[in-house]
C-alpha cells in the first residue's frame, strides 16, 4: 500500500515536498516513481529512485528543479519539488514496481502499485 502526501496549493516559485509511505513490501529489488496528471491529459512521469542503488531519473521539465529521495528506515520516498510553475499543476501520484528494467522506469504500466494522488496546485 502507498499513502502520498503533501500535496497543497502554492504560488510560483515556491516549494512543496511530497511524502509517499509504503507499507506491507520490503523495497529493495523496487523502482518509486512520481507521475502527474493534468485535467485532460496523459499520465506523465515525473522522477523514479532504484531503492537499492539510489539510481535517478528525471523528466526534463523538472531537472533542476525538483528532487527525489528515500529513507530506507521510514520506506518512504519524497519529492521536493522547488521553483514551482503554473504548469507544474496537476494530480501527484506515487508509485512502486518490482524488477523495472531502467529504460521502462518512465513508463506507468511499469509500476504494479499506485497511491491515491495528492493535489498540487500553483499559482501564477
Known amino acids: 500500500q502507498l499513502q502520498a502526501s503533501g500535496g497543497g496549493l502554492v504560488q510560483a516559485g515556491g516549494s512543496l515536498t511530497l511524502s509517499c509511505v509504503a507499507s506491507g513490501r520490503t523495497l529493495s529489488s523496487y523502482f518509486m516513481g512520481w507521475f502527474r496528471q493534468a485535467p485532460g491529459k496523459k499520465r506523465e512521469f515525473v522522477a523514479a529512485?532504484?531503492?537499492?542503488?539510489?539510481?535517478?531519473l528525471y523528466t526534463d521539465s523538472v531537472k533542476g528543479r525538483f528532487t527525489i529521495s528515500r529513507d530506507n528506515t521510514k520506506n518512504t520516498v519524497y519529492l521536493q519539488m522547488n521553483s514551482l510553475k503554473p504548469e507544474d499543476t496537476a494530480v501527484y501520484y506515487c508509485?512502486?514496481?518490482?524488477?523495472?528494467?531502467?529504460?521502462?522506469?518512465?513508463?506507468?504500466?511499469?509500476?504494479?502499485?499506485w497511491g491515491q494522488g495528492t493535489q498540487v496546485t500553483v499559482s501564477s
Open positions: 529512485v532504484r531503492w537499492s542503488a539510489g539510481t535517478t
Open positions: 508509485a512502486a514496481g518490482p524488477r523495472i528494467i531502467t529504460s521502462m522506469a518512465r513508463v506507468p504500466s511499469s509500476y504494479d502499485y
